[in-house]
C-alpha cells in the first residue's frame, strides 16, 4: 500500500505563489513516476504536470507551462509542485498521484495512475 498526503493549498491573491507538497510511504517511492493532477467542481479530473522516478524529466499542461514548477526529493519521498504567477482559472482541488508501473515514461493519463492522495484546496482570487 502507498499513502499520499498533499499540504500547502490555500487562498492566494492572482499573482501570487503557492508549493504544494506530496508525502508518500510506501515501497519503492523512488521507483515510480509521480504526477500532479487538479479537479474543479463538475470537471473531471486534468493533467498538470508529471516528473520522473528520478527526478531527470518533467512534463507539462500547456496551462502551467512557464510557471509551475514540479520536483521530488527521493531522500524525503515528497514531491512537489511550485505554483507562480498564480490565476483564477488555477483554483483547484490539486492531487498528487503514483504511476501503477515503476520506471516507466512520463505519463499524463490519470487512469494510469494507481494511488491518490486527498487533494489539497487551491483557491485564487482576482
Known amino acids: 500500500q502507498v499513502r499520499l498526503v498533499e499540504s500547502g493549498g490555500g487562498l492566494v491573491q492572482a499573482g501570487g505563489s503557492l508549493r504544494l507538497s506530496c508525502a508518500a510511504s510506501?515501497?519503492?517511492?523512488?521507483?515510480?513516476?509521480m504526477g500532479w493532477f487538479r479537479q474543479n467542481a463538475g470537471n473531471r479530473r486534468v493533467f498538470v504536470a508529471v516528473i520522473s522516478a528520478d527526478g531527470s524529466r518533467t512534463y507539462y499542461a500547456d496551462s502551467v507551462k512557464g510557471r509551475f514548477t514540479i520536483s521530488r526529493d527521493n531522500a524525503k519521498e515528497t514531491v512537489y509542485l511550485q505554483m507562480d504567477s498564480l490565476k483564477p482559472e488555477d483554483t483547484a482541488v490539486y492531487y498528487c498521484?503514483?504511476?501503477?508501473?515503476?520506471?516507466?515514461?512520463?505519463?499524463?493519463?490519470?487512469?494510469?495512475?494507481?494511488?491518490w492522495g486527498q487533494g489539497t484546496q487551491v483557491t485564487v482570487s482576482s
Open positions: 498521484a503514483k504511476d501503477r508501473t515503476p520506471l516507466r515514461g512520463l505519463t499524463i493519463v490519470p487512469d494510469e495512475y494507481d494511488f
Open positions: 510506501g515501497r519503492s517511492f523512488s521507483s515510480y513516476t
